[in-house]
């Protein structure tokens, strides 16, 4: 990737998540062109026409942090990624507060798995926490 090319990161971010098989089950959707759709840069851009739409599920993608040092006259640095989940919850997990919790937290496990998977190659994104 070219020094400080942050748009390409993203795009390759965006292909990465929309191939994920948990995403499109997610997403009810069987191809990466289709769970794409329902991927964004920095914010949802909903229908002013039906103040009512809603995007969900989605992923929004933003960038937190980009730290740079000067060295050898090129700026050198690591951009840190935010993916942000919008699920809609069905009406049969929302029974109980316990019942909503493990729901939320087995469709995050299932991205968490699907993405460890994605990234453990050479040359691709790095996840830390």
Known sequence: MAAL???NAFVNLRTMLSGLSAWQTICGV???AEAARKIHYGAVELDPEDPESSENPCIVLD???LPTTWKGNTLHGTATFEIRFYLEMP???KATYGTQYIWIWT???SMLAAINGAVGGAGQAM???
């Open 5 to 7: 090319d942050i748009g």
């Open 30 to 32: 069987s191809t990466s």
């Open 63 to 65: 960038i937190t942090s």
């Open 91 to 93: 009406d049969a997990e």
């Open 107 to 109: 469709q995050f496990s």
């Open 127 to 129: 996840i830390s926490n």
